[in-house]
């Protein structure tokens, strides 16, 4: 069964890099450009992970995200496992992520290895997909 994954980042580039990155493993993938719409869809949509940026344009950044998916009332929803990503360089910023909620924080820029070990965590896959770059 194939797994999917939602990721939340306002960045078209970046939002392609990571699908790049995460090709081998066999996802699905939904994409939102703001929390909001990605909100939306995990009300909607069964979703087995979420890859959110911290830093997000309009009313609700990356750990506000985080809070509101952990304070819902759909177990589905609130029980999704929550990957940060984020370039911004405050020490503070990893423990106000787990505090929020986040499963993981990873700091950009990810490796492909990085991303995919995250990934394969979260969703229990197993390490034997073999090298991830050919």
Do not use: C, W
Request: aromatic content about 2%.
């Amino acid at each position: 069964m194939k797994r999917t994954v939602l990721l939340v980042e306002d960045s078209n580039t970046i939002r392609h890099i990571l699908r790049v990155y995460l090709m081998k493993l066999k996802l699905d993938f939904l994409e939102a450009d703001r929390a909001e719409q990605g909100l939306r869809l995990l009300e909607t949509r069964s979703v087995d992970l979420v890859i959110a940026d911290v830093n997000m344009p309009g009313g609700m950044d990356g750990l506000e995200f985080v809070r509101r998916v952990r304070s819902s009332e759909h177990a589905q929803v609130r029980d999704v496992p929550v990957v940060l990503l984020s370039g911004a360089k405050a020490p503070d910023l990893e423990a106000r992520a787990t505090e929020a909620g986040a499963s993981e924080f990873v700091r950009k820029p990810v490796s492909i290895d990085a991303l995919a070990s995250v990934a394969r965590r979260h969703l229990s896959l197993g390490e034997d997909l073999g090298p991830l770059m050919a």
